[in-house]
């Protein structure tokens, strides 16, 4: 065996699916994700990003994954709020969380994806709304070539420890503090 280089490898020898969770309060998570889901979809990868807890919103990631093809597709799973805590979460919610659970499942299992992106998940299992350990089984079970990446603040500790590449995202300053409200282009 050779040493390891810094070039591209293109052999299959060492090619192996893994697991990163981009969390942490800073700002970028699901960024950083879609980056890395245009990296592999460049590469000929076929990239599926399903989006917790959003919906409704008009993010223009929607419209640049339509520049792809089929290729990299985007999916909106909720409805863009999401009502929890004090009060229980409203079994609305937690359908469409169910609803999405069973949809990444799916497609983790179809063999259709090279890349499955499961953005703001790590907020539905943080809400209680979804059982890490199942979801901990069912990257475990997944085919052995498929990229996972989850996203969303407070990342479980199991999936954490399951994980490849874990990257905390930390907040130095948001313009938001200073009253800037969300910008088209940085924040949708
Ligand atoms: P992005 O989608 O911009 O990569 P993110 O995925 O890291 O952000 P989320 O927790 O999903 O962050 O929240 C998304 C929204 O919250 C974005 O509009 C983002 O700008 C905003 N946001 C993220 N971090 C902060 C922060 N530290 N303070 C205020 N707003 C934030
Ligand atoms: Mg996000």
């Known amino acids: 065996m050779s040493s390891t280089t810094n070039t591209a490898d293109t052999g299959s020898a060492q090619n192996r699916g893994l697991v990163l969770i981009n969390t942490g309060a800073g700002k970028g998570k699901t960024t ?15 990239v599926l990003v399903l989006q917790f807890l959003k919906g409704s919103w008009d993010y223009g990631e929607l419209h640049a994954a ?3 093809g089929g290729d990299l597709r985007i999916r909106q799973m909720g409805r863009g709020f999401v009502k929890v805590g004090g009060a229980e979460t409203d079994p609305e919610d937690q359908r469409l969380v169910d609803e999405a659970w069973a949809e990444a499942v799916r497609a983790m299992q179809s063999g259709e994806w090279d890349m499955l992106v499961l953005d703001e998940i790590n ?8 059982d890490p350990a199942a979801v901990a089984d069912a990257l475990r ?10 996203t969303g603040r407070n990342a479980h500790p199991l999936l954490v420890e399951l994980a490849d590449t874990v990257t905390e995202m930390r907040e130095v300053k948001h313009a938001y503090t200073r009253g800037i409200l969300a910008q088209r282009g940085i924040e949708f």
């Open 123 to 130: 907020y539905t299992v943080g809400y209680g709304m979804l």
């Open 66 to 68: 339509e520049l792809f």
């Open 141 to 150: 079970s997944r085919p052995p070539l498929l990229h996972v990446i989850l």
């Open 32 to 46: 950083a994700a879609l980056g890395t889901a245009m990296r592999a979809a460049g590469n000929g990868m076929r």
